[in-house]
């Protein structure tokens, strides 16, 4: 009985040690050992000690034809929403929410794994939120309230960078964040 | 011994005898309703009862669904849904563009009729369930109406989560319409009618603008159907602890569209730091 009053404390204090290692490890891990990179590799952005940090190049994106933003992720506009909600008023999400919100997914797991990748993926996020009246509003507000939550989750990154977005919000995108 | 196993043991066994009861369980249309659509509803709920929350989710949602549990969004369900039939459409086949459709307000044309323009022989709308008919002669009847899209394999399910959520709403009633307002819900002029009117099975409106302008697809008034949908959908896109990335982002997707469903002033009636509370009653309740 003695004997395991030590040994269960000692235990505890090694199972606690290896889970701060391990998690300092996850979160100092380079981009490129993260699996989650693909995701948003054709918007890679400089580290954060670089004055350069806010800009992208055009060549990090994915400028198409289909996607002049050249954001990762598509933005639906308002047009196709209509189409879509006209033909069924009351058949639930649109599928063109559904599939915006099916690639907004694996971004924000991915922008949640480190203060690198919120980092990154900040300034995707802002711009969406910042696009015009064309761009769906519910895409532009998920968006913003994406953006918000990761400069609350990496404060010392990203709260400044919150404050900002959030006093340049269009009014409309500006009502739905104090929403939701 | 055997007293501190009992002990041990009873709280585990009450634990799972509640968890039992505590899941929303409704009666299905086992003629219309094919085996895929009634197990998919089952795993929905299923996964509506795994939900977790923090216990700081947003003071409307507690008001709302009085508790901040999962126990309590399915509470609220049962008091509200009792029949799941099928949503058919002209030809007598299961709807194609439909999640799902509460019948309730069909009881508001009848009501009109029997008890305000006093027709003789008016029955209550009688909707096919089964090898009989349930009759829609009051609002928490409950019989929601099934339609083919909640099949739709692009749907996810805190969509569909949400739908129950909105749907089980339009069985509340909390006071009959004056006849004025009924005059004009017969007329098909929701627009027209009080906010204290179309609570009474929570009416929709035609939307005023946007992509769904002229379909009647938005709440005017306070704690309706898309409300809510929107105070589920946020609740778990805020404050649910063991919901994935992808259930919090569809929850969101979710919780941004009932809001762009919302009139403006229902918009700023949400935003008050103290809300007044919704009257979750039927009318049956103060009599």
Same mark, same amino acid.
């Given at each position: ?31 490129? #050992? ?5 995701? =948003? ?15 992208? =190049? ?10 002049? *933003? ?7 506009? =308002? ?33 949640? #794994? ?19 009246? *064309? ?15 990761? *400069? ?29 | !011994?055997?007293? @501190? ?51 700081? @989710? ?57 008890? @305000? ?47 129950? @959520? ?105 935003? !008050? ?15």
């Amino acid at each position: 009985m003695t004997m395991s009053k030590k040994i269960i404390p000692a235990v505890l204090a090694v199972v606690i040690a290896i889970a701060i290692y391990v998690n300092e490890r996850r979160t100092a891990a380079p981009r490129d #050992e993260n699996p989650l990179a693909q995701v =948003t590799e054709s918007a890679a952005i400089s580290s954060a000690n670089s004055p350069s940090e806010s800009k992208q =190049t055009a060549a990090s994106r994915e400028e198409t034809a289909d996607n002049p *933003s050249g954001l990762a992720f598509e933005l639906p506009d =308002t047009q196709t929403y209509r189409q879509q909600v006209a033909a069924h008023p009351h058949g639930g999400l649109p599928p063109v929410l559904r599939e915006f919100s099916r690639k907004m997914a694996p971004l924000m797991e991915s922008a949640h #794994e480190s203060e690198a990748r919120a980092r990154e993926i900040f300034p995707q996020l802002e711009q969406c939120a910042l696009s015009g009246a *064309s761009a769906l509003l519910q895409a532009r507000s998920i968006c913003a309230v994406n953006a918000l939550d990761l *400069s609350n989750s990496f404060p010392d990154a990203l709260s400044k960078k919150g404050r900002d977005l959030r006093a340049k919000l269009p009014p409309e995108v500006a009502e739905m964040v104090d929403l939701l | !011994m055997f007293r @501190v196993s009992c002990l041990k043991t009873l709280p585990v066994f009450l634990l799972l005898v509640s968890s039992t009861l505590a899941r929303a369980e409704f009666v299905y249309d086992t003629v219309k309703l094919t085996p895929q659509i009634r197990a998919l509803i089952d795993s929905d709920l299923k996964a509506l009862h795994q939900l977790k929350f923090r216990p700081d @989710v947003a003071p409307a949602f507690q008001l709302f669904f009085k508790g901040s549990s999962a126990e309590d969004i399915e509470h609220y369900l049962d008091e509200r849904i009792h029949y799941i039939g099928a949503d058919l459409d002209d030809q007598g086949e299961l709807e194609a563009s439909s999640f799902g459709a509460n019948y309730a307000p069909s009881f508001l044309r009848y009501h009109y009729r029997s008890q @305000v323009l006093l027709e003789k022989d008016v029955s209550a709308p009688l909707l096919s369930f089964s090898e009989d008919t349930i009759a829609i002669s009051h609002p928490r009847v409950g019989f929601m109406g099934i339609g083919l899209a909640y099949l739709d394999e692009d749907s996810t399910l805190m969509d569909r989560l949400d739908t129950w @959520v909105h749907e089980a709403r339009h069985s509340d009633c909390a006071h009959i319409p004056s006849h004025t307002d009924l005059a004009l819900i017969v007329r098909n002029q929701n627009q027209k009618v009080s906010p204290e009117g179309l609570a009474c099975t929570h009416l929709h409106v035609p939307c005023q603008s946007g992509g769904l302008k002229g379909e009647l697809a938005c709440d005017a008034h306070p704690w309706g159907a898309y409300s809510a949908g929107y105070l589920f959908s946020k609740a778990v896109y805020q404050s649910c602890t063991n919901c994935s990335q992808k259930d919090r982002q569809d929850a969101l997707a979710s919780a941004t569209e009932n809001l762009t469903r919302l009139t403006s002033r229902v918009k700023h009636f949400m935003k !008050m730091p103290k809300l007044p509370a919704p009257d979750m009653s039927s009318f049956d309740d103060h009599e």
